[in-house]
């Protein structure tokens, strides 16, 4: 079945640090891949996603480039900040399957200090 | 903005008691889901549901759980019989249909808590 890895957290950094956060998939079609983010307290947002090979997504300083050649997408920010303190969620779902349902990472927990 | 809403946002309930919780999609939206969270764990595909009937459901959901869709705007997923593992965050999604637009909004959640 599908499937979403996500390195494992949580990630504590200093303001300005650089942020990478790992994810890899396994998939029986062809996924698209997100970024979604939760805030304390809050449901999930999208952050970014891409629908095919060698996309780039991006919002708000974070970044992540679709691999097929090693079934990853990893999360970048050249300098975080406090506000960036959230769980960070990868996602896939496939868009042949009928419902096209979100398959999800475990969830990185990042804080990030001043 | 346009955005999903859910109600409540937290729902303390008895084991066995009957619970619906409810989401208002944003409204030109076609495709509904529900997922749910239980604590530091990851968040997990519930069912998803188009033109009036379920298209996809996962092996958590059991004939414990059901999904309606009562009006034009509301989409509600019922628990029988709650149980304390039931215990979790439910978030509501939704998304436009055509492939193109498989992006999908999530609702703020209901905590359910059942002791």
């Known amino acids: 079945g599908d499937s979403v890895t996500q390195m494992e957290g949580p990630v504590t950094l200093s303001e300005e640090a650089f942020l990478t956060i790992n994810c890899t998939y396994t998939?029986?079609?062809?996924?698209?891949l997100f970024w979604y983010v939760q805030y304390p307290g809050e449901g999930l947002q999208l952050l970014l996603k891409?629908?095919?090979?060698?996309d780039k997504g991006s919002n708000k300083g974070f970044e992540a480039t679709y691999r097929k050649e090693t079934t990853s997408f990893h999360l970048e920010k050249g300098s975080v900040q406090v506000s960036d303190s959230a769980v960070y969620f990868c996602?896939?779902?496939?868009?042949?399957?009928?419902?096209?349902?979100?398959?999800f990472g475990e969830g990185t927990q990042l804080t990030v200090n001043p | 903005e346009p955005e999903v809403t859910q109600t409540p946002s937290h729902q303390v309930t008895q084991m066995g008691q009957e619970v619906i919780l409810r989401c208002v999609p944003i409204s030109n939206h076609l495709y509904f889901y529900w997922y749910r969270q239980i604590l530091g764990q990851k968040v997990e595909f519930l069912v998803s549901f188009y033109n009036n009937e379920i298209s996809e459901k996962s092996e958590i959901f059991d004939d414990q759980f059901s999904v309606e869709r009562p009006d034009g705007s509301n989409f509600t997923l019922k628990i029988r019989s709650t149980k304390l593992e039931d215990s979790a965050m439910y978030f509501c999604?939704?998304?436009?249909?055509?492939?193109?637009?498989?992006?999908?909004?999530f609702g703020p959640g209901t905590r359910l808590t059942v002791l």
């Open positions: 999604a939704s998304r436009r249909s055509g492939v193109s637009y498989n992006e999908q909004f």
């Open positions: 996602a896939l779902s496939i868009k042949e399957t009928s419902g096209s349902r979100l398959t």
């Open positions: 998939a029986t079609g062809y996924p698209s």
């Open positions: 891409a629908t095919k090979a060698d």
